[in-house]
């Protein structure tokens, strides 16, 4: 197994979690070395059972951090490169794992590329990295006009992009996010992963995509995993529903793509709505982490999520700011540490832990009713035996014929399945 095999992701938000201001600041001012306090949790992270950090943005930005300025410089709201490598390096003597987030679909308008372009128009030797919109302007991400879409035709994007996931690969860190990839030609990527991989073999290559033939641009791009969104929305919305046939029906699909790659599977991240927030009833939180830690995938914990934050996603401007908060200096000051739910993950992940296999397990399915689900997930001589109920009242289960024995959870297992208490769960093994 590869170490992206092993691999369980903390995922945070560096600008919100360190309290930065919302834009950038002046030209001249001092960097304001906030980075430190990320390194303040890893004992956490570890804790946790995680054992790989996801920073969000990190490089010089505008505003949010997905408006790059410079994919060379640490963003003086967080501090300068020295800060960066401090907390690569904190986190590799603990045995963690570092993954980037890098934006080459689009740069702020103030990227000095760009604002050459401006002032030259065709005789910039940036000309061909942005498209005319046929308006006077150039063509945005999505219609955001702070984002201007870099030309993904134009091989220098592609040297540029390589050497800046070169750049900070020498520097320690394990991997990158590349965000929006659902908006950059597979074959673009494919130029770049290729060049990218040649060197750095064991880096691990992650992109957003939403929706799609997630499979098919894996295979294109040569990209390790995406962003499996499908799994998310199936997971909150049958709890919500209180239909599993929704979930059942997604599992299979899931279970299809480990043909081709290991999806990259969440409850939480940066963009959407806290899970706490998202389901209608605070018990199911319990079920959709069950979910997420025993079927196939690389999971990531959003940071907050283990301490069962709230935080709605707006369509506004400022309407991120309740999902990516200022976390304290010390996680024994969080509200929730310590209590039912942080703990939880704790045992789950640790599960996880125990089973490595389940990274690349396949589910099959034994029990579906609107309101109970009894799965099993294997690979080669391994298997667990999942069950849930989010009914009011016991519900039994089905199982293949073994010996069961709960390792985690509560339910009354017997040879051929189980009975499970009233919004209960629990996992066993044969």
């Known amino acids: 197994m590869r170490w992206p095999d092993h691999a369980i992701w903390w995922h945070v938000y560096p600008l919100g979690f360190t309290g930065a201001e919302r834009a950038a600041l002046p030209p001249g001012a001092r960097p304001a070395h906030r980075l430190d306090r990320i390194a303040g949790w890893l004992d956490h992270l570890v804790a946790l059972g995680c054992n790989g950090l996801a920073l969000g943005p990190v490089f010089d930005s505008e505003t ?150 997630y499979a098919g641009f894996v295979e294109r791009s040569g ?29 299979t699909r899931h279970d299809g793509m480990l043909q081709t790659f290991v999806p990259q599977t969440f409850l939480g991240n940066h963009d959407v709505t806290r899970i706490a927030s998202r389901l209608d009833d605070e018990r199911h939180l319990t079920h959709a982490l069950v979910i997420l830690l025993t079927t196939a995938g690389v999971p990531s914990i959003y940071a907050g999520d283990e301490f069962a934050f709230h935080g709605i996603k707006e369509e506004r401007e400022g309407g991120d700011d309740a999902i990516r908060p200022a976390f304290p200096e010390r996680p024994d000051e969080t509200t929730g540490h310590g209590a039912p739910h942080h703990r939880l993950h704790q045992g789950l992940i640790g599960v996880r832990r125990r089973h490595p296999w389940l990274v690349r397990a396949h589910t099959q399915v034994a029990t579906l009713t609107n309101t109970a689900l009894s799965y099993t997930v294997g690979q080669g001589e391994e298997r667990l035996g999942v069950v849930l109920n989010v009914a009011d009242e016991p519900a039994k289960a089905d199982l293949p014929t073994a010996g069961w024995t709960c390792i985690a959870g509560d339910a009354a297992f017997h040879g051929e399945g189980a009975l499970i208490p009233p919004q209960g769960w629990a996992i066993a093994h044969p």
């Open 64 to 213: 949010h951090g997905y408006d790059t300025v410079d994919h060379f410089r640490v963003d003086p709201r967080l501090g300068d490169e020295d800060d960066l490598l401090r907390l690569v390096e904190a986190a590799s003597g603990r045995g963690v794992r570092v993954l980037l987030d890098g934006v080459f679909n689009h740069v702020g308008r103030s990227s000095p590329r760009f604002a050459d372009v401006q002032a030259q128009g065709g005789a910039s030797p940036y000309a061909g990295w942005f498209v005319p919109d046929g308006d006077g302007g150039f063509r945005t991400f999505e219609g955001h006009h702070k984002l201007v879409a870099l030309n993904h035709d134009e091989p220098a994007v592609a040297d540029y992009t390589v050497e800046v996931m070169s750049h900070w690969l020498e520097r320690g860190v394990d991997g990158w996010r590349l965000d929006a990839a659902y908006a950059v030609p597979a074959e673009f990527w494919r130029t770049v992963t290729d060049r990218v991989r040649a060197r750095f073999p064991d880096a691990w290559l992650l992109g957003e995509v939403i929706h799609g033939d």
């Open 223 to 251: 990209l390790d995993s995406v962003t499996q969104y499908e799994l998310w929305k199936a997971i909150w919305s049958s709890l919500n529903d209180r239909n599993f046939f929704e979930l059942a029906h997604a599992l």
